[in-house]
């Protein structure tokens, strides 16, 4: 039995990584999948695949940064679906040159608009539709770096997650007395296309023991899946083999060695 027949999902960063997996998880159950994304291709080849597999799936290609479009991209799913049940607000984007010493005023633009203002014009186009349905769910991936201070994700990306999370937060806040739900996924390292931004990217070893994108499509299904009284705030969860914790442990155990041989 598919659980999500009759309901319409709306995806944004459909067309790689975490996005793709969510989206084909999703139609897996029944649900009527719109991808959205900057580019119409990698979307297109995701909507084939489901259809492939007996999904649904559309595609409606969006700039998220431009406030107007969203707006017009909701009122292209209301008027052909007539509801919105689940947003999966996914859309992200990293740079090179993200440290204070090298980044330029133009990265600091797309990394706030990319990560933060797109997810805030998305949620706020989406709750209308959802308030008159009475119901609805949004789901936005931020990351680790939206609850932690790193050295690797650049200090605007962590910004910007941060951001996230408390968007997220704040919706419930306001819209739980309407029947929304809203829960921000903070993840550590996945193995998607973003990690090729990094300076130098990751080599294969590192993203083999990474999550994989497929680990967020399952999560993501099962945020979907819950009833309607279940709001499940904020998930945060991480690869096993932690890069970030060894690396705390290592630096203990270093200076434990030093103290001792004083």
Do not use: F
């Not at 039995?1 to 793709?20: D, F, H, N, Q, S």
């Amino acid at each position: 039995m598919k659980l999500m027949k009759g309901k319409v999902a709306w995806v944004t960063g459909a067309g790689t990584g975490i996005g793709e997996a969510g989206a084909i998880g999703l139609a897996a159950e029944g649900a009527h999948v719109v991808l959205s994304g900057r580019r119409a291709a990698p979307l297109e080849t995701v909507a084939k695949r489901i259809a492939e597999d007996g999904g649904s799936a559309e595609v409606l290609a969006v700039d998220l940064t431009k406030a107007s479009e969203v707006e017009k991209a909701v009122a292209n799913i209301k008027q052909k679906h007539g509801r919105i049940d689940v947003l999966v607000n996914n859309a992200g984007v990293n740079i090179p040159d993200r440290s204070w010493h090298r980044i330029s005023p133009d990265g600091i633009d797309t990394l706030i608009h990319g990560n933060l203002s797109s997810a805030a014009y998305v949620a706020r186009a989406v709750l209308p539709v959802m308030r008159a349905q009475k119901d609805g769910l949004i789901i936005h991936t931020a990351s680790w770096a939206g609850r932690y201070v790193g050295p690797v994700p650049g200090p605007l990306y962590i910004a910007a997650k941060h951001g996230v999370v408390a968007m997220s937060h704040s919706i419930n806040l306001e819209e739980c007395q309407h029947g929304i739900r809203s829960t921000v996924v903070c993840p550590g390292e996945v193995a998607t296309p973003i990690m090729q931004q990094r300076d130098p990217p990751e080599p294969p070893e590192a993203l083999a023991r990474m999550l994989q994108s497929e680990d967020l499509g399952n999560l993501i299904v099962y945020l979907a899946m819950q009833p309607q009284h279940v709001c499940i705030n904020e998930v945060v969860i991480s690869p096993t083999h932690n890069r970030g914790y060894i690396g705390q442990m290592r630096a203990r155990q270093q200076q434990q060695e030093a103290a001792r041989k004083k």
